[in-house]
């Protein structure tokens, strides 16, 4: 009995082993493309770039793209080392000397940085000065920018990451937000911010503009300026920062990878990134 | 005093003081504070999770295009992590109990080994992460991968198959082992055909143990295997166990931290409810059958 | 090694076999002291050029922890871990204990069996469903606290300790249950027959012989609260600041997952001596737990 038992148990597991193989796929255009490409890094680019493979693996049956959120700096460090073969940033490559390493790295797409408060909340712009100064801390209430009286929630992007960096800077914080007020809630990815803003009345954060979802948050105008595609285009509003393609300068990538970065860069792939709310590079 | 004896009451039916009164009431209390909590939450999970769990949300991958959600591709993943973990963890666990327990000779020795299977019991799951990623992931070379989370799991659970193992041959009466050894076997013999099959209730409620332990495993995982897995799973096995992937348990984390999709969450919440209910039973089933020896 | 003689095979090849298999087990039984060998290795390789460049002392008591302006400070997050660690162990190991004697002794079988069975399905879930529920549930409660108290609404040291209750309450339950129940009747009975109570004789005397299952219980609990680091990002705001407990903190643990995807170079490295810090943490605390396990020993012995 013990022993029907014991077969009955693994031949479940064997039989789970196939589960797996019930892709069904039987080809499609571009079918002679065959094989695994290894990337990572931004999460801000996750939305966009999961459409992007999506599309992709469909019309490349036999294709599989790794896509690893990991955050920016770990898609440009695995690019340098050759663990991605194309890498995913939110922002651009630090000119400090930090990340040299023989990168190129082609822009695919802008992406808006939004600042969004609470579904509750009827503050509905803010300034650059009033901006910084809450990220500061030198202004604690919402009654001093227009709101009702309660106290501030801040929520950022933790350190290293290139939304916030973008952010900082654009804003006219320290290098990285090193002076961000240090009861700063950390959220440590672009939807994150989203939940916690969502879920609480009082707070303020910002995120990628291709991640918002309006039925959650609502996005404040900056400098008398609302985020959307076209205020992007006309560079009325003003913070953002482009999505980075990267791969080892000179170096010839494989089939499979060059297939999708001229993907991306298509018609087809700009579509897409027009869909998500991006701003597409041509 | 002689009216007490002639009546029916137990020495046990003093008349409590107030002081007793007062601490029952507040034992009585606390344990209906606890387990109405108890219950409480168990219910928000059924609840909110249940509707949910609909056939397609099991058998099908996140579509972007039709914005629909689906948790196979963790399913699966969790599922190849049980079973690889289990076929490397089983034996070493099993093979190094029978030798704490038949074959080692220096007791400081076996007190080493106790020792070491001790602490690693005791190191959070955060840290086995830090570690199956500067190991396995970069060292070994095998990347952000199904695989290291595997490796990595091993390790993890370990200790729990030992322990349970050992603490099943243990409890295999001496006269088992003599009598084989009088009989004439040799002691691997023995191992094989008395200690093996007598201990095997132990054998596997450690393994359902593991399993527990691993469906439970979240943080180790998300540094060593990686975030949510979006695709339907290939057919090479292989090729799936070199990428990354997330279980079950990840999933939940991104879909509530990340995506603030708190249905999806709590449907995987009910799931692994379910597993975790599935698994006790399977112990008391355990339990309960193999006593009736 | 005493001669066999068998009845099956010849003795040489029997002594062969016997002799590989012994190795084998024994390689077996070296894997966890191997692990555990390696993994003091890595996390030491790991984890001390970071602490070296950054000076012990300022990493384990600067109060600063600002990775852009290469201050590491660290202090904040121990003093953190530490108070919710031990405020929740504070309160889940009496009441837990309580609870475990409710069930062991004050409830009748069946309904004791029940109760048990959805306390150990408690027990076994993943502690991120705990976070799950701590957002939902926990959160926008401590919330209403705060705006009543004037404090910025978020994520609170608070939230964390309570849910850090709620998931090691079940297991020390668990755990307290089975050594109570596992003292023999005798005890009790005879306690009762010396003229005490029933409560008298559950606490003076059964209580008192399930230590070291309680104690073990802690030890899990323990464990676990120390360790935990999803579900305590998910309700705690994860703000690098000195602990108060209605405003964000962020435990030691919490640290490595939130910034591990974006860090690089020394803010790496520095996540790496974060977790030497929490090994060696551990080890200690493992160790004395340990012999206070040991210390309490088996009154039934």
Known sequence: MKKITGLLIAVLMVATLFAGCSDGSTGGADSNLSGVVKTGGSTSVEKVMNALIYQFQNEN????????????????????????????????????????????????????????????????????EQLSGIYTGAITNWSEVGGNDAPITVITRES?????????????????????????????????????????????????????DTSKVNTVQYEGAAISTDTLKDGIYKLKREFYLL???????????????????????????????????? | ????????????????????????????????????????????????????????????????????????PSIINT????????????????????????????????RVIEFATETLAGIPSILYGVFGYVVFCVLFNLKVSLIAGILTLTITVLPIMIRTTQEALKAVPKSYREGALGMGSTKWYMVGTILLPSSLKGILTGIILSIGRMVSESAALLLVAGGLSQYMPRGNVVEQLSGSGSSLSVALY?????????????GIAAVLMIIVILLNLLTRFIAGRLNRK | MKQTISIIGSNKSKNAVEKSMNIIYLICGLAAVVCVVCMTVYMVISGWPAIQKIGVFKFLFGQVWNPENSQFGIAPMIISSIIATFTAILIALPAGVLVAVFLAKLTPGKLSTALRMLIDLLAGIPSVVYGLLGAILIVPLVFELQTALGFPTSGSLLAAIIILIIMILPTIIS?????????????????????????????????????????????LGVGRAIGE?????????????????????????????????????????????????LFIFIMIINIILNKILKKGGDVRG
């Not at chain 1, 290293?160 to 914080?173: K, P, V, Y």
């Not at chain 1, 089939?255 to 579509?271: C, I, L, R, Y």
């Not at chain 2, 991104?254 to 709590?266: I, P, Q, V």
């Not at chain 3, 009790?188 to 219980?217: R, W």
Request: proline share 4%; net charge positive; hydrophobic share 45%.
């Open chain 2, 79 to 110: 599922l190849y992590i049980i079973l690889f973990t289990l076929v490397i963890c089983v034996p070493i666990g099993v093979g190094g109990a029978i030798y704490l327990n038949e074959y080692a000779k220096s007791k400081r020795f076996v």
């Open chain 2, 254 to 266: 991104t879909y509530a931290y990340s995506r603030g999709d708190n249905e999806t969450a709590f």
């Open chain 2, 1 to 72: 005093m002689v009216e007490s004896l002639s009546n029916n009451r137990k020495i046990t039916d003093r008349k409590k003081r107030p002081f007793e009164k007062l601490c029952y009431f507040f034992i009585y209390l606390l344990s209906a504070c606890v387990l109405a909590l108890v219950v409480y939450f168990i219910s928000v999970i059924l609840i909110k999770g249940l509707p949910a769990v609909t056939w397609s949300f099991l058998s099908t991958a996140p579509n972007p295009i039709k914005q629909t959600i689906g948790i196979f």
């Open chain 1, 247 to 282: 791969t080892k300068a000179g170096a010839t990538l494989s089939p499979v990878a060059q297939a999708f970065v001229d993907f991306v860069m298509g018609d087809a792939g700009q579509q897409i990134v027009a869909d998500n709310k991006l701003l597409p590079i041509r």
């Open chain 1, 160 to 212: 290293g990451s290139g939304t916030r960096d973008a952010f900082a800077e654009i804003i006219g914080l320290e290098k990285g937000g090193s002076n961000i007020i240090a009861s700063a809630n950390v959220a440590d990815n672009t939807g994150a911010i989203q939940t916690q803003v969502s879920s609480n009345p009082n707070a303020i954060g910002y995120m990628s503009f291709s991640d918002v």
């Open chain 3, 229 to 277: 680091a999803m579900a305590v990002i998910m309700v705690a705001g994860n703000a690098a600041i000195m602990p108060e407990f209605l405003k964000p903190v962020r435990l030691l643990t919490a640290s490595i997952p939130i910034e591990w995807a974006y860090s690089s170079g020394m803010h790496r490295e520095a996540l790496y001596g974060i977790g030497l810090v």
């Open chain 1, 61 to 128: 049956r036999d294709v599989k793209i790794d896509y690893e959120p990991n955050g920016s700096g770990d898609g440009i460090k695995n690019a340098i080392s050759g663990l991605y073969e194309i890498g995913h940033s939110s922002r651009g490559l630090k000119t400090d000397g930090s990340e040299d390493g023989g990168l190129k790295a082609t822009a695919y797409a802008i992406d808006g940085i939004a600042i969004v408060t609470n579904k509750g909340n009827g503050v509905d712009n803010l300034t650059k």
């Open chain 3, 175 to 219: 755990v307290s249950e089975t050594a109570i129940r596992a003292v023999p009747k005798q005890y009790e009975d005879a306690s009762l027959a010396l003229g005490s109570t029933k409560l008298q004789s559950i606490f003076k005397v059964t209580v008192p012989a399930a230590k070291s299952g309680i104690v073990a219980g802690m030890v």
